[in-house]
């Protein structure tokens, strides 16, 4: 949330890098956590094997989100430049109080350390082992690769960036 905020407001290399350090943090932090938690609440009520159903309905609610967000945010843009980051943060601060609707499921005893590092070891080994969730898998790596390098790359501020160091001529962005 604050990172588009930094987005919209700010206007020089040090707001955009920080936005971009923010935004990346938060996406570290958040990332599996919607699986795990999804997981143990499913394995507290004797439901694990609903998982692998329930991850691919919100990954098809995800994929369809964000494209009308992709969609919405070019009409927003056409409007203002700060509107689709202004968007974005009302969203995620409304992500934030459903989240915050979240209550954690009961734990489950997993005896010593040693016992826990088996029982992960054997829940990785599982999840690895099943066909559909190594398709999201390897589908969520190649569609992020795919969507945020060429853009990353192709930034102007990169060629900005390798001129101040005289490799802007044997670099084509």
Known sequence: ???CILFATGSDFFSFALGNVMYS???????????ALLYEFLSAT????????????????????LALSAGLGGVMVGQSDTLAYFATATAFAAGLL????????????????RQRVQSY????????????LNWVLEQSIVMSAACHLPFVFGQPFFL??????????????
Request: a negative charge; charged letters at 20%.
């Open 160 to 173: 900005a960036a390798l001129k101040t160091v005289g490799f802007e001529t044997r670099v084509r962005l």
């Open 46 to 65: 004797d439901r694990w094997g609903e998982t692998a159903h329930h991850e691919l309905k919100s990954w098809l609610v995800s994929c369809t989100a």
């Open 25 to 35: 943090a938060s996406a570290a932090f958040a990332s599996g956590t919607d699986s």
């Open 1 to 3: 949330m604050s990172a």
């Open 98 to 113: 459903v989240a915050m609707g979240f209550h954690e499921p009961p734990a489950a005893d997993c005896g010593d350390q």
């Open 121 to 132: 070891r054997y829940a990785i080994k599982a999840a690895l082992e099943h066909p559909v």
